[in-house]
């Protein structure tokens, strides 16, 4: 019985981080597809109370939530650190990790699913947090500095899923005069070795995308 | 460490703040507090959270930490030795940080929305998804206190400060609503618990007396009138 269990989905962000997190550490584990149309009774009793994944499950335990899960390897597994030593340091992370995934990704949501007289201001909006984010990258390589950590690692919806949102949908959110520092990162990040190896195909992504897209009538 | 050289930006009524101020109760840490006015940001706390203009903010030797449960996090790594507030084993972390990520994205948004509920019909759905929920934290309790007093065992813990720092806005909301949420035949583990975690050393003088937050929810019902839609 494998020691490290992940269940997951291929065109999941969240599922991805995970994997990254995985690799970047060397730690063998087994890959279980889930089919979120038609839930496994697996991801049902592991995850009973959000069904969702990412669940990893280390000797039989299941740990939940992507940044739980991520905080849980970096403290199992210690090769290649993806929070930095100093508790101030630290807190940074923490800090960007959640404006990451409370502030900046459900603004970016907000943009493909609103109605057309609703989507300026989401746009509006979004722009301003990858600004501030932005702003916090600053000159450095990566939010990590010269490796990817943490905040490198939850930003993956940035770095790689917002690019197949925009062609999928024609979208123009991120693009190299609104975002120049941004955009430098996102190239930098896409062709790191770990990263790349943890992404979905893009061409199945757009497709995906794109059929949801048009099962829902949106249109930019 | 001086007292000035810990400072917290806050205000008595939040239960976000309440966690941080918790956490430094523990580890004996003396700060100044410094409190907020409802309807004016200071000058400090803009300079502090520029990101989110939001309390609580710590600020340790002239550096700002914002996020509550970030906050409570930096605490503990940096005040050790002291009374661990995050349990050692890696498991145990990731369950107390799971069940504080359900409280704050989940459970509190429900509570919370149930004051601002638009008719009869949403306020008791959301008041029973607020049920459900503590049904859901009382299985949680069983699980991380293994039989002892709190969350964290014998002492309080993250899981108690998180979810702790919400039993006064619950019990504001119980007595406005004329509604047991927390009762002895669903959920008789946490009924006890709040109990001793609102006595507590570290908890006590921090802890918001429920008549002072029902007048104080009307108040801010007033005040958010007051807002531009």
């Known amino acids: ?220 | 460490m001086a007292k000035s050289d810990v400072k917290l930006i806050g205000a008595w009524a939040s239960p976000f703040v309440m966690r941080p101020r918790i956490a430094l109760n523990i580890k004996s840490v003396e700060y100044e507090f410094l409190e907020e006015i409802l309807g004016s940001k200071s000058q400090l706390l803009l300079e502090s959270n520029p990101v989110h203009k939001k309390i609580p903010v710590l600020i340790h030797g002239g550096k700002p930490i914002c996020e509550s449960l970030v906050i409570v996090e930096y605490i503990d790594e940096v005040w050790s030795p002291g009374p661990a507030i995050l349990p050692s084993d890696p498991h145990d972390r990731a369950l107390a940080r799971f069940w504080a990520a359900y409280l704050d994205e989940k459970w509190f948004p429900a509570m919370r929305n149930i004051v601002t509920a638009k008719d009869e019909e949403a306020r008791k759905a959301l008041m029973d998804q607020v049920g459900e929920g503590l049904v859901l934290l009382e299985g949680a309790f069983s699980k991380c206190s293994k039989g002892k007093g709190f969350f964290g065992g014998d002492q309080i813990g993250y899981l108690d400060i998180a979810f702790g720092s919400f039993l006064g806005w619950l019990r504001a909301l119980e007595k406005m609503n004329g509604v047991k949420l927390m009762d002895e035949t669903k959920t008789p583990g946490l009924l006890k618990w709040a109990d001793s975690f609102s006595s507590h050393p570290a908890v006590k003088d921090v802890f918001p007396e429920t008549e002072k937050l029902v007048e104080f929810a009307k108040v801010l019902a007033k005040f958010k009138a007051t807002l531009p839609k």
């Open chain 1, 1 to 220: 019985m494998a020691e490290v269990k992940l269940l997951g989905a291929w065109g999941s962000p969240f599922s991805r981080r995970v994997e990254m997190a995985l690799k970047l550490k060397g730690v063998e584990y087994e890959y279980i597809e889930e089919d979120l149309g038609n839930k496994s009774p697996l991801l049902l009793k592991y995850n009973p109370i959000h069904k969702k994944v990412p669940v990893l499950l280390h000797n039989g335990k299941p740990i939940a939530e992507s940044l739980v899960i991520l905080e849980y390897i970096d403290e199992t597994w210690k090769t290649n650190p993806i929070l930095p030593e100093d508790p101030y340091d630290k807190a940074m992370a923490r800090f960007w990790a959640k404006f990451l995934d409370d502030t900046c990704m459900p603004a970016i949501w907000q943009i493909m699913w609103s109605k057309e007289n609703q989507r300026e201001k989401a746009m509006e909006e979004a722009i301003q947090h990858l600004k501030t984010l932005e702003n916090e990258l600053k000159d450095k390589r990566f939010f990590g500095g010269e490796t990817i950590g943490l905040v490198d690692i939850v930003a993956n919806f940035i770095g790689f899923w917002l690019g197949a949102f925009q062609e999928a949908s024609g979208m123009e959110l991120v693009n190299k005069e609104r975002f120049p520092v941004l955009c430098r990162w996102i190239d930098e990040y896409v062709n790191c070795s770990v990263v790349k190896q943890n992404l979905p195909p893009r061409d199945k992504l757009i497709a995906f995308l794109q059929s949801r897209f048009s099962a829902s009538s949106w249109k930019y």
